[in-house]
């Protein structure tokens, strides 16, 4: 796979607590420079991100309920309204995942609805990524989210925050893409460092790559 067209499945992304403004500007450079897909930042930079990156076609990513999803549906609805007023063109959102292990899935696609409710009324185009931490769950569970992100009216199922005890795995988007079918993203996250692991993922299923070291991964792609 060559640089440009690996570049424009990649999420370039700068989501840690101790994310500046500086970092969010190198970002956006970067992004703009090797023609990433998007920037995923906190909510805190989504107008910021949005400025540098309007000139090109970089869009830009929020963050809902990062990292733990522990939020309620209510303030992650809130929480989206107010990313998508300064600029985001995507979500991505985090489950309750304990919801989804304790078996409550009622709650998990309240969640879900609340998010994609406000991308839907957004004027323009607005996708929603729902976040499992797949490495948190069990096989079944994994299938289960995976399903009720579908019934929810997401556009893709990601695998991870990178913020967990584990990232994307080869199986895991796999397991996704079987989940969810040919009309639904997969997007894989965490622990991606370089080309070979970025490209094992896209053979599996994956359309979209999440990752911080997204320059690391394109360098070692062909012309």
Request: net charge neutral.
């Amino acid at each position: 796979m060559r640089k440009k067209e690996l570049a424009k499945m990649i999420d370039h992304t700068l989501l840690g607590p101790t994310a500046t403004v500086e970092g969010v500007k190198r970002l956006c450079a970067e992004a703009n420079r090797y023609g990433f897909y998007s920037v995923c930042v906190n909510p805190c930079h989504v107008a910021l991100a949005r400025e540098l990156t309007l000139e090109e076609p970089v869009k830009v990513c929020a963050v809902i309920g990062f990292p733990h999803g522990m939020t309620t549906p209510e303030v992650k609805g809130f929480e989206a309204q107010k990313a998508v007023a300064a600029g985001a063109e995507e979500l991505d959102m985090v489950i309750n995942v304990a919801a989804l292990k304790e078996g409550d899935y009622e709650a998990v696609l309240t969640d879900i609805r609340a998010v994609c409710d406000v991308a839907r009324k957004a004027p323009g185009k607005v996708l929603v990524k729902v976040i499992l931490e797949t490495a948190l769950l069990e096989e079944q569970e994994k299938v289960a989210g995976a399903i009720l992100a579908k019934a929810g009216g997401a556009d893709f199922v990601k695998t991870s925050t990178g913020f967990g005890p584990g990232g994307a795995t080869v199986e895991d988007v796999s397991l996704l893409r079987r989940t969810v079918g040919d009309k639904m993203g997969v997007k894989a996250a965490g622990g991606i460092r370089d080309y070979e692991t970025a490209v094992k993922m896209i053979e599996a299923g994956a359309n979209r790559i999440g990752a911080s070291r997204s320059v690391e991964i394109i360098a070692g792609a062909p012309e």
